[in-house]
């Protein structure tokens, strides 16, 4: 027994030593393990992080719904929430949660508009997608097979005429540059003198469509446009080549068959030069440079017109070159084989120039080359627009955006099955059978509109398309076969022609915009031809005179924001409402009267004698002031003719001063959506049509909100005068009239609350006569001050804006008078200098616009973190977190085809939880964080340090309407 009980007592000891032991060898090996692993992190200086396990990023409905909810404008989300609820058939949940997605809200409504001219790809292929997803493969037959097919060809194109060219040049020949004469004339032209100076004006644009699409539309993230156009083209633009192309190019131009860079186009560049053997070892070091980072293009020579070519090419067209000398001092570089043959063509003189057309010609008589105001023009000459709206363009871009809809579902599809799976997808059928997509790929309503077929990468994260390319740079329209157009599609092309031609010109006008780009200082100047017959541009021409004015020379107070000033034809207008012109009218509807009337027995041998009887006891119209009442009080007629004839100048201005904001109001945002409402709003529809109606509202709503903050915030209206004396005589008359006039009282309907009118001198400054009317109603009261200072007659609602301007005339009289300013027809002038206290009303609106917009990157990076934390390639690929966490957000850019970029330069880092995505400044969605302001590096922080002026003038003339901004910085 006892023998039994220590053998047993051995074992256990024994068994007990081992599990010490084996305790003790673990510890020991996790510790030396574990201490390796110290060593490998400190050098990484990265805490350790368990990996992921596989699935446990699913997306569950609900959470879906959250997340898109959150982003409502985010294709992806939106994609994997119908997709689930299909699954889970709950699609009548999220309808009745988002009701804006409900087709039963009408068709009109939810109709997607491929031939829209101002709807971005994005927001149509939100739409298509939602379609598809809804309707499933059964719904509708698809627009581009419905029906008898018509070779585009014989689809009638644009009827709306040419102005005559040849008639307008009148002979005249005008300098054009070379390179326009190589570039076709239905291409656009992007010319500039220097290459930096191209860049500048890029830059410049870029920095301006950032705080736009900040602040205007809370979107943080831009397209790599330029990125991706440089490795295409083999080309480096940065500081350390500039002075090579400062040095060697004379000329750059840019040129191209259609607008859709973003998204995928043909861009040639051409580049003019002196000494072809400097330029030709330049830019062959410059391409070799950036082709050793493309260790995949393949080289092939070939010939067009007897010019040889070079083509360097990908397979996936990141690097899509194709160059060519065809002169010695002439060198084209083009993405597109398709755009370098037709720039060819043109330069060997086979096909008709841009530079040699009668209607660019025109416009160099406008803008002649060589100007000192003219650094840069963008051209899009008549047959460019025409081409645009063609049957073979629009319809060709129809197809691409269907084409574009299938690619983005089918990446859609793909990162829902790495969420779900937490692995890649194979193959496209696979995407269908996890129940991932709404159908099958190349098949039915998902079939490609060309007649390609799609595959998955390589990657398994995208679709290609055998046409088509890949969402991230589509294949130029240029380059695509010309489909036969369907029924479906030969109608909805004539409706967009119908609405076209009805509601937008009767004229095509080519767009010419002159650019002068300094480090400082942009200058932008457009001309708009006027239409032949155009009675509302004859009528704008006799409202505000015939010569441009200096339009900003009267002083101006430091707190004055923004200025409106106008010129007004007062000739004309004092001339119209003359007692002679009177009587003249009288006699005119005295005439009329009576040969029209049917009392008098009118024979053509009687007529002049009958009329001239009658004309005799004619009296002249009542005047104005007759019509007003105003004489009744003691106005005298001579007296006011004087002040207007004599007295006051041609001007009139009306400027804003610096204030604390009382309303809230997106300014940025506001002006944003009435230009993109009015934009989409023909002119003859925005009387009377839905649309129309929807653009007033807007416009009321918002413009009611500025009406209601500046009868508190102070204004002030300025007319420069010619003669004191008379001014003053005037005024001093007006003074009786205005007591006379301040005794009125009268009751409201009710009789509860009074409107009466006061009057009194104002004891402001001496030397200063201040006059005040006031009205009250009840407790409120509203008052006018005026008074005339300098050569300034000025009226405002705040007499301390006096004080402002008296101090600023007296500043003026001591300094000597400041820069007359621009001269036009009309000015609009910032003050940024002044807008101190304006500014911090705004700060914070500004900063909440920011955190917002890098909100929605979060929330983009975020969906696009749960497809690619834990599935390969990114689970094998990255090698520690801060791989991972870069390869995850490059896979995020070509996911959603942007670059993002937090507004206040904050960081983006993927929490360990791999989908909650951090801002350093913002914090996450679920916890945000506010600044006070908008950082000092974001663009509006450099707006509000660096911004200096800004004005823009209108000037009518006979040629055209010329309007002309130029911005300024510190
Ligand atoms: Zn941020």
């Known amino acids: 027994m006892k023998s039994v009980g220590l053998k047993r007592a051995g074992v256990i000891v024994a068994v007990v030593c081992l599990v010490l032991g084996f305790v003790l060898y673990w510890n020991l090996r996790t510790v030396t393990i574990e201490e390796s692993k110290r060593k490998e992190e400190t050098a990484r200086k990265e805490p350790p992080r368990k990996p992921l396990r596989p699935g446990k990023l699913s997306w569950t409905l609900d959470e879906a719904m ?14 994997v929430m119908l997709q689930l609820a299909h699954n889970e058939k709950r699609t009548p949940d999220v309808l009745e949660r988002f009701p804006e997605l409900n087709p039963g809200r009408g068709r009109e409504a939810h109709r997607v508009d491929l031939f829209d001219l101002f709807s971005g790809y994005h927001s149509i292929q939100e739409s298509l997608q939602l379609e598809v997803m809804l309707a499933g493969q059964k719904g509708e037959p698809d627009v581009t097979s419905a029906g008898k097919a018509t070779p585009l060809p014989k689809l009638a194109g644009p009827a709306v005429k040419s102005h005559p060219w040849k008639t307008m040049v009148a002979g005249r020949k005008p300098n054009v540059s070379e390179l326009s004469r190589c570039v076709p004339v239905d291409f656009y032209l992007i010319e500039f003198r220097t290459l930096t100076k191209l860049l500048d004006t890029v830059a410049s644009a870029q920095d301006w469509m950032t705080y736009y699409r900040s602040q205007a539309n809370l979107d943080g993230t831009s397209p790599p446009t330029r990125q991706r156009l440089r490795t295409q083209l083999l080309l480096d633009d940065g500081p350390a080549q500039r002075p090579f192309f400062d040095a060697i190019v004379h000329n750059v131009a840019l040129a191209g068959s259609d607008p859709f860079v973003n998204e995928g186009s043909d861009v040639t560049m051409l580049f003019q030069f002196q000494s072809p053997d400097f330029f030709q070892s330049g830019i062959q070091q410059i391409q070799e440079l950036v082709r050793k980072q493309h260790p995949h293009v393949r080289e092939q020579k070939g010939q067009h017109l007897g010019v040889e070519y070079t083509a360097l090419t990908t397979a996936d067209r990141a690097v899509h070159l194709y160059y060519a000398d065809p002169k010695t001092n002439l060198h084209i570089r083009s993405n597109s084989l398709v755009g370098l043959k037709r720039v060819l063509e043109t330069t060997l003189g086979r096909a008709s120039s841009l530079g040699d057309s009668a209607e660019f010609r025109y416009i160099r008589t406008l803008m002649p080359l060589g100007a000192a105001e003219e650094d840069g023009l963008i051209y899009l000459s008549d047959a460019f627009v025409r081409r645009l709206i063609g049957p073979a363009t629009k319809i060709t871009e129809a197809r691409r955006l269907i084409g574009y809809n299938h690619l983005r579902m089918i990446s859609h599809a793909a990162q829902m099955y790495r969420t779900q799976f937490g692995k890649a997808p194979k193959t496209l059928a696979e995407l269908e059978q996890a129940n991932c997509a709404p159908g099958k790929f190349n098949a039915g309503k998902l079939k490609c509109p060309f007649g390609g077929s799609y595959t998955l990468s390589e990657d398994g994260a995208f679709g290609v398309s055998s046409i088509l390319g890949t969402a991230q740079f589509l294949t130029p329209c240029c380059e695509l076969p010309t489909p036969d157009a369907s029924a479906a599609e030969a109608e909805a092309y004539a409706q967009f022609l119908n609405d076209y031609e009805r509601y937008w010109r009767t004229y095509f006008d080519p767009i010419a915009i002159r650019l002068q780009a300094a480090a400082k200082r942009i200058r932008v100047e457009t001309l708009v031809l006027p239409l032949i017959d155009n009675s509302i541009y004859a009528f704008l021409g006799q409202v505000v005179g015939k010569q441009p004015e200096p339009l900003d020379h009267l002083p101006v107070p430091s707190r004055n924001l923004f200025s409106l000033n106008l010129c007004v034809n007062r000739e004309a207008l004092v001339q119209a409402i003359s007692t002679s012109a009177r009587l003249h009218r009288a006699k005119l509807a005295r005439a009329v009267q009576g040969v029209t009337a049917p009392t008098t027995p009118a024979y053509p041998s009687n007529l002049p004698n009958l009329l001239w009887e009658d004309m005799k006891n004619v009296e002249a119209l009542p005047s104005p002031l007759e019509d007003l009442d105003l004489n009744k009080f003691g106005l005298a007629q001579e007296k006011l003719d004087a002040f207007l004839e004599r007295g006051i100048g041609n ?66 209206v300025a007319v420069p005068i010619k003669d004191a004396t008379l001014v003053d005589n005037f005024l001093a008359h007006l003074d009786s009239v205005v007591v006379k006039a301040s005794n009125l009282r009268s009751d409201d309907r009710l009789g509860v609350l009074r409107v009466s009118t006061d009057f009194y001198h104002l004891q402001n400054r001496p030397g200063l006569k201040v006059r005040a009317f006031g009205i009250r109603y009840g407790p409120l009261r509203y008052r006018i001050f005026w008074t005339r200072i300098g050569d300034g007659l000025y009226l405002t609602n705040q007499p301390y804006v006096l004080d402002d301007l008296h101090a600023a005339h007296a500043r003026w009289l001591k300094t000597g008078s400041s820069p007359p300013g621009p001269a036009g027809h009309a000015l609009m002038r910032i003050r940024p200098e002044h807008w ?69 330069g904050g960081e983006y880092v993927l929490e360990a939880d791999g989908k909650t995505c951090r801002c350093t400044v913002h914090g996450t969605l679920d916890q945000p964080i506010q600044a006070n302001a908008p950082a000092k590096n974001s663009p509006v922080g450099h707006l509000m340090r660096d911004f200096k002026d800004l004005h823009a003038t209108l000037t009518i003339l006979p040629e055209g309407l010329r309007a002309v901004v130029v911005m300024e910085r510190k």
């Not at 959250?66 to 994609?79: C, E, F």
């Open 836 to 904: 101190n206290k304006a500014l911090e009303g705004y700060k914070l609106g500004w900063a909440e616009n920011n955190r917002e917009a890098c909100q929605r990157n979060q929330s983009m990076l975020s969906a696009a973190a749960r497809a690619f934390s834990a599935s390969p390639p990114v689970s094998m690929l990255a090698r520690d977190d801060k791989d991972r966490e870069r390869l995850i957000f490059d896979y995020a850019k070509k996911m959603y085809g942007v670059d993002f970029a937090c507004p206040d």
């Open 66 to 79: 959250d997340a898109y909810a959150r982003q409502r404008d985010n294709a992806y989300l939106q994609y």
């Open 651 to 716: 001007q009139v201005g009306l400027h804003f001063y610096d204030t604390q904001i009382m309303f809230d109001i997106n300014l940025t945002q506001f002006i944003g959506s009435v230009f993109q409402m009015a934009a989409r709003t023909p002119i003859a529809q925005t009387e009377d049509t839905a649309k129309g109606a929807r653009l007033w509202g807007l416009v009321e709503a918002e413009g009611l909100a500025y009406a209601a903050s500046s009868l508190i915030a102070p204004i002030y």
